[in-house]
């Protein structure tokens, strides 16, 4: 859930999606869902946009300033904390 | 002689005359001699015509009822339809008798009732050669050959027309049809039926017409009775009705003369005022229409079906938009939490945070409201998370929500009714091993840490080897002992459960109940009865009381109000060793009041020494980094990132503390500082002279009067008077050795020993290093600079001597070119800054 409330708050960023199948994907992040596949926009393809399965997705490159780090430590322990609940 | 019995001589060695004494036709078409046969043709016999066509009264010589059925035979009605079937002999498959496979029961034992195999052949077979045909309807006097033949083939069609390979399926189904049509006749009824017409309609029934009926079905009533005892059965459905029984009659008759020139719509030749035959063929035709209508129909319907499947058949496997919101609304059941705000806390605080900078930087932001909210409400006490609010789209995305969240609310109240409902215990473990959790929403951690390895703030090691077990437990008891200091785990350890403990404190204020109305206007204000003004003080004063306890947990564990000597460093002062300390350090102090805050300063202050950034701090060096080895780098950027990240998070909030307390405070802080520390070591570092600097700094403003929000009246005489000589001693235990505190000093001392000479001074090569090095210089400058502005009489000029040499060389270095234009600037400035409180100017120096 951690990961998907992050990546909520990365939509209408670009982000550089890689696939496990060495594949890159640049792209406007449009909406991801708790399985985190992934919808892109303004993709550099044949397509314009895309939707990426969850299961296939190796790293997403995001942009260091849309990440409040202090913010996402937190929510790692909160989530660690309930964990041990 | 020839083994197989034929004759082996070759065709050219035979005999001439052979061929000429075989018995075989020779036929020679197109000859002389073909000629001649087709002028023995006979052209006569059309003068009977009009008795076949015509309505002319004819002879009873084909009342065949009377005849025998051997004479039925009559050589006059032979004739003529011999001619008939000249022409439409291949007319035989498509004659309606064949299309309805009319009466396979009654031909075949008609066969042998008649005797007459050929009727039998003609209309039972539709396959048959016409020569064939032809050769069995004419004269009954071909050569004796040819009889022969004929009679064989008669005899062998009946079998083969029973084959059902030589029917179609449609064909058969047909006759299944008729039959079933005609059994409702009786045998009598068939009988009166058939004198009726032929007394009736005979003149107008030709004759090969008759003779075809007779041959097919109805030569002897007797024995016809006497063959199909079956046939006899009266249909109930159909039985006795005249106009059918009509029909019934009439059918075989059409179907089965074979030699008329029958299309399927009926026969050209019959006058369409006939009586009884006409009427029946309609009927029949009607019949056909319709069937063939009803197929016509049956088969457009199916075609459209098809068609319509086809069509939808392109969109198979796409998902409708419903199926789609079904599916959204599945997935959004799941995340559906009791907590939203903690199951989906970074997005949450994150859109909090996005929107506090949008308001402060005056952007328009988001309206609040419910639908500005970013939790969807579904039950009480239940939501859903949905991140980041956006302004597009609003009032349709509202609508959408507002659906989609009462969909959701459906499904959620369905699952938990059928939880309740359902009898888990007993299906526990049915389908083997479940997972209790979904993992979409509760993903299994592939990284476990036992919680045993962390320590807790009061737990005592276990283990006898470390003497502080003992120690630390005699401690509590006289409350003198030492502890050994945290190890570097511990103190990890020490801080997530601090980091926890922030959190909390952090998620009780985040669910601050609104403020109670303050008085009797406000309450009708807002509309509140004084029952819920109570509930609502009440619930805020229950609120502040688990503020206040999640408050005190967390100042228990910062441990900041253990005995300052329990142990070197003090378990706070280890807790401020890592980074993560330091920032811990920044957000525990906002959730603590006054009294505390200056607790921790006053403590952070007496254990300055202890610090890792101030014990372990590096040493100015003149080596350039480009000569340090990997390791030796990455520890130098470690520790510049500590002091970096101290200075942030520690001591800017230190002197924010500072800067709200009174001049006599200050006094005693500069008093413990001095009790405290070890000037020179503290001072080396870059912590310390800030630390000093700002205290110096608050002491000089408040000592001038200044006034301000914590200060609202200037100092008393006697707090003055404390500060003065909270000065003196901190300016006297300062002056030897100031000169030493330059950070290019000390670096000049580590590299050339500490009697090197100002004047044969190195200068490092890097122009970066270089210029950090002037910088940090600058700092030592500035306290220089406070302790010039606050000193008197004697003790400026002690000052002022202590750093001549430095002052002389660092003004030489910048005038004479021996460093880069910048560094000059950046050291003439440091300088003049100094002589300017001193009420001189780097001109002077010339």
New interface residues.
């Given amino acids: ?2 990961m998907f ?2 990546f ?2 990365l ?2 960023q670009v982000v550089t999606v890689e696939l496990k199948n060495d594949l890159c994907v640049m792209g406007t992040l449009k909406s991801v ?3 985190l596949n992934i919808r892109l926009d303004n993709i550099k393809m044949s397509v314009k946009n895309c939707f990426i399965r969850g299961s296939v997705v190796r790293y997403v490159q995001i942009p260091r300033t849309a990440v ?1 780090t ?6 790692t ?3 660690a ?4 609940k | 002689m020839s083994f197989f019995g034929f004759d082996p001589v070759l065709p050219e060695r035979r005999a001439p005359a052979q061929a000429a004494d075989e018995d075989i036709a020779v036929y020679t078409w197109g000859t002389e001699e073909y000629g001649d046969l087709g002028g023995q043709l006979v052209e006569g016999g059309d003068e009977a015509n009009d008795e076949t066509f015509g309505d002319l009264t004819i002879g009873g010589d084909f009342q065949f009822a009377n005849h025998a059925p051997g004479q039925t035979l009559a050589s006059t009605t032979v004739n003529k339809p011999k001619k008939k079937k000249a022409t439409g002999g291949d007319l035989f498959a498509s004659t309606e008798a064949d299309f309805f496979g009319f009466s396979k029961k009654s031909t075949k034992p008609k066969t042998n009732i008649s005797q007459k195999p050929s009727s039998v052949v003609i209309s039972s077979s539709s396959t048959k050669p016409p020569t064939q045909q032809q050769g069995l309807w004419s004269t009954p006097a071909p050569s004796a050959a040819f009889q022969a033949a004929a009679s064989q083939v008669a005899s062998s069609q009946p079998a083969a027309s029973a084959l059902p390979a030589a029917r179609t399926l449609a064909e058969i189904e047909q006759e299944l049809l008729a039959n079933r049509a005609r059994q409702p006749m009786t045998l009598e009824e068939i009988e009166s039926e058939m004198r009726r017409n032929l007394t009736v309609d005979a003149p107008q029934v030709p004759s090969g017409v008759a003779q075809g009926q007779v041959q097919d079905g109805f030569p002897q009533p007797q024995g016809y009775q006497a063959q199909f005892p079956a046939v006899g059965r009266t249909f109930p459905a159909l039985g006795g009705q005249a106009q059918n029984a009509q029909g019934m009659f009439g059918q075989p008759m059409q179907m089965q003369q074979p030699m008329y020139p029958l299309d399927s719509r009926g026969p050209p030749g019959l006058a369409p005022g006939t009586t009884a035959n006409p009427t029946s063929r309609e009927r029949m035709n009607a019949e056909l229409e319709q069937k063939i209508r009803e197929t016509e129909v049956a088969e457009g319907k199916r075609r459209r079906k098809a068609e319509k499947i086809a069509g939808m058949a392109r969109y198979n496997g796409i998902m409708t938009q419903g199926d789609k919101e079904f599916i959204t609304r599945i ?1 959004l059941s ?2 559906v939490t009791d907590d939203p705000y ?10 909090a ?1 996005a929107h506090q900078r949008r308001t402060a930087a005056g952007q328009p932001a988001p309206a609040p409201g419910p639908t500005g909210a970013t939790v969807l409400p579904v039950t009480s006490g239940r939501g859903l ?4 609010s ?1 302004s597009t789209g609003r009032k349709l995305r509202d609508n959408a929500m507002q659906r989609m969240t009462m969909q959701v609310k459906r499904i959620v109240e369905n699952a938990q009714q059928r939880q309740k409902s359902a009898p888990t215990a007993t299906l526990q473990g049915a389908l083997g091993k479940n997972k209790l959790r979904p993992t ?4 299994r ?1 592939a990284l476990q840490v036992t ?1 045993s390895s962390r320590n807790t703030v009061n737990q005592v090691p276990k283990t006898g080897e470390q003497p502080s077990a003992i120690t630390s437990v005699l401690g509590a008891a006289t409350g003198t002992t030492q502890r050994q200091p945290l190890t570097r785990k511990q103190v990890l350890g020490r801080l ?1 459960e601090l ?2 403990a922030v ?1 909390e404190v952090e998620q009780i204020r985040r669910t601050q109940p609104p403020l109670p109305p303050q008085n009797e206007e406000q309450m009708q204000r807002m509309g509140m009865t004084p029952v819920e003004v109570e509930q609502l003080i009440k619930r805020g004063q229950e609120w502040s009381q688990a503020v206040q306890g999640a408050v005190d947990t967390l100042w228990r564990k910062l441990m900041v109000q253990e005995p300052l000597e329990i142990s070197n460093p003090h378990p706070f002062i280890a807790l401020l060793g890592p980074i993560k300390g330091h ?1 811990i350090f920044s957000r525990v102090i906002r959730h603590f009041d006054h009294a505390r805050n200056l607790t921790m300063v006053i403590l952070l202050l007496a254990c300055f020494p202890q610090l890792d950034v101030v014990r372990n701090a590096p040493s100015p060096t003149l080596t350039t980094s480009a000569l340090l080895s990997a390791p030796e780098l990455a520890a130098r950027q470690q520790k510049e990132r500590e002091f970096e990240s101290f200075s942030n998070n520690v001591i800017n909030i230190m002197i924010g503390v500072i800067n709200q307390h009174d001049l006599k405070m200050i006094a005693g802080m500069v008093n413990l500082c001095l009790e405290r520390w070890d000037m020179k070591t503290v001072l080396s570092t870059r912590p310390g002279l800030a630390l000093i600097t700002s205290l110096l700094a608050r002491g000089t403003i408040l000592q001038q009067g200044a006034t301000d929000a914590a200060n609202p009246t200037p100092p008393s005489a006697a707090d003055i008077q404390q500060w003065d000589q909270a000065f003196m001693t901190l300016l006297h235990t300062l002056l030897p050795i100031l000169s030493s505190l330059f950070p290019s000093t000390r670096a000049q001392a580590t590299a050339f020993g500490p009697n090197a000479s100002f004047e044969a001074q190195m200068e490092t090569r890097d122009e970066y290093e270089g210029i950090k090095m002037d910088v940090l210089d600058g700092e030592v400058w500035g306290l220089c600079t406070m302790l010039a502005a606050q000193a008197t009489g004697d003790d400026t000029t002690f000052l002022v001597l202590n750093l001549r040499d430095k002052i002389r060389y660092t003004f030489n270095s910048a005038k004479h070119g021996w460093v880069s234009p910048q560094r000059g600037e950046i050291r003439l400035k440091n300088v003049d800054a100094f002589l300017g409180v001193l009420g001189m100017n780097v001109s002077m120096l010339n």
């Fill in positions: 859930m951690l409330s992050v909520k708050t939509t209408e869902d708790q399985f409040d202090t913010l996402l430590e937190d929510a322990r909160r989530e904390q309930e964990g041990k | 997935q799941q995340l903690a199951s989906d806390f970074y997005a949450q605080v994150y859109s945070l998370g949905v991140g980041v956006r979409a929403t509760a993903p951690p919680s997530e980091f926890e959190l920032r």
